[in-house]
């Protein structure tokens, strides 16, 4: 998986940072929320070892790298979707 992290360069990586829901009562350069509700921290963008970590998740698993197919996931969100489509899978964290 961290291979897959490393591919994506940083304009793509600030473009979905910026598709992530503003998380209320924090800066929207530094603090975003998943589709899960998941607070994620723009620093902590690859980083499993934080509550905070997030990764960019493909909507369509078999999908393109086409940012209309990208978006921000906490990690252990990440990691319980897989390649499972939406509707098929249940959000790991909403913290």
Aim: charged letters at 30%; proline letters at 4%.
């Amino acid at each position: 998986m961290f291979d897959k992290i490393l591919r994506f360069s940083e304009q793509t990586i600030e473009t979905v940072w910026r598709k992530g829901r503003t998380a209320p009562g924090h800066s929207p350069d530094l603090y975003r929320q998943d589709i899960c509700g998941a607070t994620i921290k723009r620093s902590e963008y690859g980083n499993r070892n934080s509550d905070y970590g997030w990764e960019i998740d493909h909507i369509n698993p078999n999908g393109s790298d086409d940012l209309s197919n990208l978006r921000p996931l906490q990690w252990e969100n990440n990691v319980a979707k897989n390649d499972k489509r939406d509707g098929e899978w249940t959000c790991a964290t909403t913290i």
